[in-house]
């Protein structure tokens, strides 16, 4: 089993920055890629980002290209999501996920095998 844990969330101004964070343990060897999704109020659970563990390959939505960026440090078994330029629409309960299969893109939920229980970001307008 692998236990994660989010932190990092908060009330940010549009156009600010925040970090999350995600720190894995139990099992850990056994992970092979890493994401964050995302849940606004009355919204389905959408994909933001995610990193291979080894090698550091990294992938995003759309809809945060350019604003977020997704890295690892290996030696804590973290991983973060660097968000600026913040928007009110980024505003989401925010789940860190690891699944252990490789040839995976790791872009949908189903590809993972554990969960956070999540962080609440909020974006002032």
């Known amino acids: 089993q692998v236990q994660l844990v989010e932190s990092g969330g908060g009330l940010v101004q549009g156009g600010g920055s925040l970090r999350l964070s995600c720190a894995a343990s139990?099992?850990?060897?056994?992970?092979?890629?890493m994401g964050w999704f995302r849940q606004a109020p009355g919204k389905e659970r959408k994909f933001v980002a995610r990193i291979i563990w080894s090698g550091g390959s990294t992938y995003y939505a759309d809809s945060v290209k350019g604003r977020f960026t997704i890295s690892r440090d290996n030696a804590k078994n973290t991983v973060y999501l660097q968000m600026n330029s913040l928007k009110p629409e980024d505003t989401a309960v925010y789940y860190c996920a690891a699944g252990r299969r490789s040839g995976r893109l790791y872009a949908q939920g189903n590809e993972y095998d554990y969960w956070g229980q999540g962080t609440q970001v909020t974006v002032s307008s």
């Open positions: 139990g099992r850990t060897f056994s992970i092979y890629g």
